[in-house]
């Protein structure tokens, strides 16, 4: 079996102590050569504990994230993936611009095949509220998990 070292010398966040960005446009998304360039397969990185805070109100907002990417050339750096979602503690937004926002920040940073997105935000009002962005089709023959979030159903 041969096993690839992934060459890691381009990153700056791994190995020690990296400030929590104040907002998401100051943090950075880092990438790391994919090794299995030419095999379709699915990244899952699951968010359970995303917060944001409600443009309106400054109330915070909470949601659980599901990202599936197949990447191309490159792959998405955890630590900076983690940064980067917790640069949205205190950042104002809806809904809708937190979940597209980091599905098209992901994209930009790392230029996958495909990705997908699923926003499940926590109720506030008593209505939660789904969204859910894709960057088209998805390429033929990869099998793609269900993302296994349940609906919410309240207390009852």
């Not at 990438?31 to 805070?53: A, C």
């Not at 409600?54 to 050339?73: E, K, R, S, W």
């Not at 920040?105 to 962005?133: C, H, N, Q, T």
Request: proline share 8%.
């Amino acid at each position: 079996m041969d096993i690839k070292k992934t060459d890691t010398s381009s990153l700056t966040m791994l190995g020690g102590e990296t400030a929590l960005p104040s907002n998401p446009d100051e943090a950075v998304l880092e990438q790391v050569p994919n090794n299995n360039v030419g095999s379709d397969y699915v990244v899952r990185f699951v968010q359970p504990e995303f917060t944001s805070l409600c443009p309106m109100t400054g109330q915070p907002d909470f949601a659980h994230l599901v990202i599936d990417y197949i990447p191309n050339a490159f792959l998405v750096e955890s630590k900076s993936l983690k940064l980067f979602l917790g640069s949205f503690r205190n950042h104002g937004s809806f809904h809708e611009d937190c979940t597209l926002a980091v599905g098209k920040r992901i994209v930009e940073a790392i230029s996958p095949k495909w990705l997908r997105i699923g926003g499940y935000w926590y109720p506030r009002g008593g209505m939660p509220i789904d969204v859910f962005w894709q960057t088209g089709n998805a390429p033929e023959g990869v099998w793609l998990p269900d993302q296994n979030v349940v609906p919410y159903r309240g207390r009852g």
